[in-house]
Structure formats: C-alpha cells, structure tokens
C-alpha cells in the first residue's frame, strides 16, 4: 500500500504547538496498530541547531544516533514513543549542502540547478526516506514556521508537488492557526486565520484539517465560521484551547474523534482499539494537588525555559512517580556570581545544573555544586552540571585552586575535566562531539546503580571533554565514586558524592530519554531525595 502523509503547517503566528499536535496524533494512530513515522522540516539555512544558540532556537535534541535536532522531536519521542533517527529532522542547510555538493561533483552533468526542480526534489527524496528506513505506513510530517514566510515556500512547494505524485488520496493537510483575542469586545477573531488558508490556497494547499489555537474558549460556531470560510469540513475544524497539562492533548484530539476522520479519509486500517486508561490516569495524577518539592534549575539560559524543554519534562515526569509536584525555580548562574539569587538555592530541595558550552556563567554553576554539597542539598548534574561537580570537587575538597576544565581554561595546571586525546586536533565547529547512545556500566551498590537496578545502561551523549583520569584514583580517595563507567574502563559516565544524599552527575543527558510513563531513575532519584529533604524539614524554617 501506498506511504500516507499528514502534512502539518502554521499560520497566523508560530510557537502554538503545531509539534505537540503532531506528536499526539502520531501517538493516537500509533495505539490504533498503525506503523508510524514522523518529521520535522526546519527551513533554516543551519545544517543542524548544533552550533545555535539556545536563546534563537531552544533546546538541541539529541537522539540515538547522535542526530542533532529540533525540540519538536523531544516531543514526538515522549508522546509518540518510537525512538527516531537522523531522518526524522531536516533543515534548508542539509537540503543545499547535497544539491550543491552533488553539483560540484557533476552529477546534474551541466545542468542548471535550481530550487524547483532540483531543491523541491532532494526535499521529497528527504520526506520519503522516513518511510523507507522505518517501513512507517504513515509518516507525519511538520514544516516549521508559518505560511508566508519567504524560507519555506520551497518545502511548501515540495508537499504541493508530493500531493500530486503520490496522489491526493494518500495525503492529509492540517493547518494549525492561532485565533487572537480581543480584550475590549472579548471575542476570538478569525480573519488571520482565512488570510493563512487563503495564502496556502494560493500555492496549491487546501487544508483538510484546521486546527485552531486559543488561550480562551472557542465557541462551536466559531468553528463553523472557519468551516464556511475556509472550505473545510465542520468536523475538521477542530477547537484547541490551551491544555493545562501537556500530555491532555492527545485526549482532546481523540474526544473530536479527530484519528478516525483522519483514518477514514486516508482509507487506513486501524487494527486495534487504544487503552487510554493509564495515560488517562497520569493526566489525572498530574492535576491532582500534591505536595511541592522546590527544584532550582541553575542555568545560563534560564530566560527561555525552552533551552531547557526535556531537563523540564523529565523532571515532571519524576515528580509524578514519587507524588510530588515539582517546582522549578530558575536561577540565573551569573547571578550567584554577583552574589544574587542566593535565596532560591536556600530555599530549594534539590538543585539540577544542565548541560552547556562556553565559559559564560560557569563560575556561578561551581558556585551551586559547592553549596549543593557542603549543605546536602539533593543534586542531580547533567554533563556540564557533572563537569562543575568534578571542578568543585578538586578545588574545595583536593585543594586544588586553579582546577578547571581546559574547556574554560586552557593553562589550568589541574585540568580534571579535559579534551578526550582523539579530539584534540579537532578544530571544527560542528559535529565534532561524542554524539548519541553510548553504553555505561553501572559500579554496583552505589546511587547511581540503586536508582538504575540494572547493571548496564545506554545513553545519549552530547559533549566534548571528559573527566581526566589522571585525577581518577584521588578523587576516590576523597569520597567521590564513579558509578558509571565506559565498558572499556576509560570514560567516566557518572560520577557521585559517597557521603551525601543524592550528589549524582552524569556525563550523558539522562532528560533525553525521560519518558512520561517511563520516568529516569536518575531524575527519580533527585526528586525523592528533594522530597525527603522537603519532607524532614531541612528546608530553612522561613520559606515554610
Ligand atoms: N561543554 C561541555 C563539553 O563539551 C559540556 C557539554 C554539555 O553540557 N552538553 O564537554
């Protein structure tokens, strides 16, 4: 049978959940016995949101095999539960970089090479590899940005292009629009989102599907209007207020009936009934009030809590094991170098710090380790937040002054975090890192292997400095345990504090592989150690 596509694209304005929309309708035909697959098209001109800052593009979502990706596929991951590949995210940087390289190679033989046929072309080809690499029946797939932008009309007209060669019957649009509200008459407007379909129609885009956005309620004849206005079925126009809680989504989705109309119309089979009892009943837990566990999240792009999408949601998914709700406070690691800030660590039962690159705020970060570990506070570091533990460790407790990771310092005489010896002629920006799955051995009776009860583990990677095993066998001797090691020996994964609640750094992003019924026993641990702490009144008295 023919590979059946659901195309999503934005109108109106982006950022209102076209990649959580699609992942919970991934997840709503995957339940139905579907073989599904899913994608992201960035139209940036970045090979990969490797080298990008997280304040332009969020978070880097790091998969299995190393693929540098956009947050959207965090989200596909957690709600869709398939574990996907490089294949799964692509960008206008990767689409010109084989044109081009192919060009220089001669293969067009002389040809003159331009976006349609020869750009639309490498995009389709890209589409059709997630189905041919994964045998999805059904691949959905997201265009980042909004109709209308100058980016992506090429993708644009890439999926107009796909509608016509694998037929119209085998494809589904829906479009994702945002209805503003006007305070002063208190009312939601449709016309941007007529503009959006109008400027789809335009280049030979009918949506089947309308999926309106709103903080607010959204009257049925509201969606009737839309329905008239923009030739849509009335039962395609699907009203979405904001959820409260992430993972309701899908449970709205499937209350409009929304994956049988979108069956019935591709002709697909679903050759099973979905059992939402479990994922019913964590939605519900989610909104029952708990008890808070206070959790500072000490950062250097805290002002945009996407940088730090997956730590976020794992610590969520944490706090519902252990029947807690989890407050995150953000604190700025710049801050606690100006002597700001201070309060929140002394009011929080447990501190992360998550993983990042540069000097900038660093400081601050080996700042909250030491406070973390001379107070007992529950810690839970991931890759940097390790790397400033091991810092902290060989300055306060090893003496040595000017330890540092060579990454920050370069003459640092004590380099305890330093250049793994097969990168250090690498000079190249991007995709130079250990990248992806790698596997740890768990050292057995330590927290690391208590929170795992498994001997061995895989996970996913992102870095470029290591702990330097010269200084291995005197950090032992000072109370820190490698809990986990690289099976060879050679590369510390985890690393904790013998004497201590919960210190626990791990070398790899645990957030990543964090799932919402499937907790990691690493963010497990810290929140029910946070929740000892909050629970036996080590809290400072004031904060109540
Ligand atoms: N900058 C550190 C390194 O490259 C840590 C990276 C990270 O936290 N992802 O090793």
Not at 40 to 56: A, E, R
């Amino acid at each position: 049978m023919a590979t059946k596509y659901i195309f999503f694209t934005g109108g109106v304005v982006s950022s209102v959940g076209k990649g959580v929309t699609a992942a919970a309708l991934g997840m709503l035909l995957k339940e139905r016995g579907l073989a599904v697959g899913v994608q992201k098209l960035d139209p940036y001109i970045n090979v990969d949101p490797g080298t990008m800052s997280p304040y332009q593009h969020g978070e880097v979502f790091v998969l299995d095999d190393g693929a540098e990706t956009d947050l959207d596929l965090g989200h596909y991951e957690r709600f869709i539960d398939i574990p996907l590949t490089r294949v799964s995210n692509f960008t206008t940087g990767q689409v010109y970089a084989e044109v081009i390289s192919k060009e220089r190679r001669g293969d067009y033989l002389g040809g003159t090479i331009q976006v349609i046929p020869h750009i639309t072309n490498e995009i389709k080809r890209r589409i059709g590899l997630v189905a041919k690499t994964t045998g999805a029946e059904i691949v959905l797939v997201e265009v980042g940005g909004t109709v209308g932008d100058i980016e992506s009309q090429p993708f644009m007209e890439a999926l107009r292009q796909m509608k016509n060669e694998v037929g119209r019957e085998n494809v589904f649009f829906v479009h994702v629009t945002w209805l503003p509200y006007i305070g002063a008459t208190g009312e939601l407007k449709t016309k941007p989102t007529q503009h959006s379909v109008a400027a789809l129609r335009s280049i030979g885009i009918s949506p089947n599907m309308i999926i309106a956005r709103s903080d607010h309620p959204i009257e049925s004849e509201l969606c009737d209007k839309i329905a008239l206005f923009c030739d849509v079925d009335k039962e395609a126009v699907v009203p979405m207020q904001t959820a409260p809680v992430l993972y309701e989504v899908p449970m709205l989705l499937e209350k409009f009936g929304i994956p049988e109309f979108i069956i019935d119309k591709l002709k697909l089979k679903a050759t099973r009934t979905p059992d939402w009892k479990a994922w019913q009943k964590m939605v519900a837990e989610v909104s029952k009030p708990k008890p808070t566990v206070n959790i500072a999240l000490v950062g250097k792009y805290v002002e945009l809590h996407d940088a730090y999408m997956s730590v976020r949601e794992a610590l969520r998914h944490a706090a519902l094991s252990v029947g807690v709700e989890a407050e995150i406070s953000w604190v700025h690691s710049t801050d606690l170098e100006k002597n700001k800030g201070w309060d929140v660590l002394q009011n929080a039962d447990g501190i992360i710090v998550p993983g990042g690159f540069g000097s900038r705020g660093i400081e601050g970060k080996i700042m909250a380790a030491r406070y973390a570990r001379e107070q007992k506070v529950p810690y839970l570091g991931l890759c940097l937040g390790m790397q400033v533990m091991c810092i902290e460790f060989a300055r306060n407790v090893l003496d040595y002054e000017d330890a540092n990771s060579s990454e920050f310092d370069r003459s640092t005489e004590t380099p305890v975090i330093d250049l793994m010896i097969e990168q250090r002629a690498i000079t190249d920006m991007g995709g130079t890192m250990r990248l992806g799955l790698y596997p740890c051995i768990l050292t057995p009776g330590t927290k690391a292997a208590e929170a795992y009860g498994v001997e061995q583990v895989d996970e996913r990677h992102r870095h470029r400095f290591e702990f330097n095993n010269a200084f291995k066998s005197e950090f032992e001797k000072a109370g820190m345990v490698f809990s986990g090691m690289s099976p060879d020996g050679k590369l510390v994964e985890i690393a904790e504090i013998a004497d201590h609640p919960y210190m626990v750094g791990s070398q790899f992003h645990p957030e990543f592989l964090s799932r919402p019924m499937r907790p990691h026993p690493l963010f497990a641990g810290l929140v029910k150690a946070a929740k000892e702490r909050a629970g036996n009144g080590s809290r400072s008295p004031k904060d109540g």
